[in-house]
């Protein structure tokens, strides 16, 4: 069943874009932990809709009810499962246009897949919408990360061809993870993002829509979590991200240009420090060697394909009358969900470390 995933944490994920609700179920928390509501309303806010002229004009509180597996500000150690109502649906967009299949969407696949009887508003349970329930998934794993002082943080690496440089490894500390934790649009170079979102808005004005990837880094993991193979710390990373509707690539430490280098290039020279701790003089394996993470940041890319849904002519197909056909879609889209992914990816992190923890 794909909304069921995870072996000693499992979720399963509920809901539809224009449905009642969507919402999680967490199973496999420890009993006693608690859980920090305030916290875990900010992680939401990061990724709600309607925020900002660089977002969807579908404005969702993300206000979450919790049904079960808390009591007395503390899980219980039974699931623990979460519902987001959703308030500001606007269904009829989505019926002039239902037989005709969006480009770059999950329509036809959806189509084909549950026989035609797949709900289309929206999206339905492709849509990018049941990202919030991740999220809130991803806020419980990640305080708990927190207080065992495994830090997560992010950047907008570009915006199309803009780009900001890599996370510089000698100079990343725990404050600065932080601090773009807090940060709307978090760059390392401010002038980025001033490009990056100039960027953005003239897409919108031209009625299309622009992607980019997020660098994400994890301190203070300890050595030895993940195992060889099927169970490495990558992918169960990688297996996540790539849950994330508009993810479409994933790599570690240097990734691809590891591929260019020689041998002595890309090892990661061992050594003991002042500290008597065994470090890498570099990290280009990201973090990860045998799939087990070496005590060095960890550290991946996940590049975001612009949003599907753009006001510009399209050509398609009427999968009713079975004709090819041209479709102008109406409704409220992101001209880049970047921003907004950024506390989606790193939930998924938090959910994948603790999950392997």
């Given amino acids: 069943m794909s909304g069921v995933w995870g072996n000693n944490i499992k979720l399963s994920i509920f809901g539809e874009s224009h449905g009642k609700a969507i919402g999680i179920t967490i199973d496999g928390l420890k009993p006693g932990i608690e859980i920090n509501l305030d916290y875990i309303k900010n992680q939401m806010q990061r990724r709600a809709p309607g925020s900002s002229a660089l977002s969807t004009p579908r404005k969702e509180g993300d206000?979450?009810?919790?049904?079960?597996?808390?009591?007395?500000?503390?899980?219980?150690?039974?699931?623990?499962?979460?519902?987001?109502?959703?308030?500001?649906?606007?269904?009829?967009?989505?019926?002039?246009?239902?037989?005709?299949?969006?480009?770059?969407?999950?329509?036809?696949?959806?189509?084909?897949?549950?026989?035609?009887?797949?709900?289309?508003?929206?999206?339905g349970h492709f849509s990018g919408r049941l990202t919030a329930p991740i999220v809130f998934a991803g806020a419980v794993c990640r305080k708990i990360l927190e207080n065992k002082n495994i830090i997560i943080g992010s950047?907008?690496?570009?915006?199309?061809?803009?780009?900001?440089?890599?996370?510089?490894?000698?100079?990343?500390?725990?404050?600065?993870?932080?601090?773009?934790?807090?940060?709307?649009?978090?760059?390392?170079?401010?002038?980025?993002?001033?490009?990056?979102?100039?960027?953005?808005?003239?897409?919108?004005?031209?009625?299309?829509?622009?992607?980019?990837?997020?660098?994400?880094?994890?301190?203070?993991?300890?050595?030895?979590?993940?195992?060889?193979?099927?169970?490495?710390?990558?992918?169960?990373?990688?297996?996540?991200?790539?849950?994330?509707?508009?993810?479409?690539?994933?790599?570690?430490?240097?990734?691809?240009?590891i591929g260019c280098m020689k041998g002595s290039e890309a090892n990661d020279e061992y050594f003991i420090d002042k500290n008597k701790?065994?470090?890498?003089?570099?990290?280009?394996?990201?973090?990860?060697?045998?799939?087990?993470?070496?005590?060095?940041?960890?550290?991946?890319?996940?590049?975001?394909k612009p949003t599907p849904s753009i006001s510009k002519t399209q050509n398609t197909v009427d999968i009713e009358k079975k004709k090819n056909a041209i479709l102008k879609i109406k409704g409220r889209h992101d001209p880049c969900i970047v921003p907004r992914a950024v506390p989606v990816i790193e939930a998924v992190a938090a959910i994948a470390i603790l999950n392997l923890i």
Avoid at 82 to 95: F, G, H, L, P
Avoid at 201 to 224: F, H, M, R, Y
């Fill in 63 to 123: 206000n979450f009810e919790i049904l079960s597996g808390f009591f007395n500000g503390k899980t219980t150690g039974t699931p623990l499962c979460a519902v987001i109502y959703n308030q500001n649906t606007i269904s009829k967009d989505y019926e002039i246009t239902k037989n005709l299949m969006r480009p770059g969407h999950a329509d036809y696949a959806g189509h084909v897949k549950y026989n035609g009887f797949n709900d289309y508003r929206g999206g």
């Fill in 277 to 304: 701790k065994i470090k890498a003089r570099s990290n280009n394996n990201g973090g990860v060697t045998g799939g087990i993470t070496n005590g060095m940041p960890l550290i991946f890319r996940a590049a975001i």
């Fill in 155 to 257: 950047h907008i690496k570009s915006i199309g061809e803009i780009k900001e440089n890599n996370f510089d490894l000698k100079d990343l500390e725990v404050e600065k993870l932080i601090e773009l934790s807090k940060a709307e649009f978090p760059v390392l170079d401010y002038k980025s993002k001033e490009n990056m979102v100039e960027s953005i808005l003239k897409v919108k004005e031209e009625g299309d829509s622009i992607g980019g990837v997020i660098e994400t880094a994890v301190l203070n993991l300890p050595p030895g979590i993940g195992d060889p193979f099927f169970n490495s710390i990558e992918s169960t990373i990688s297996g996540l991200l790539f849950s994330i509707p508009a993810v479409k690539g994933v790599e570690f430490g240097a990734g691809f240009d």
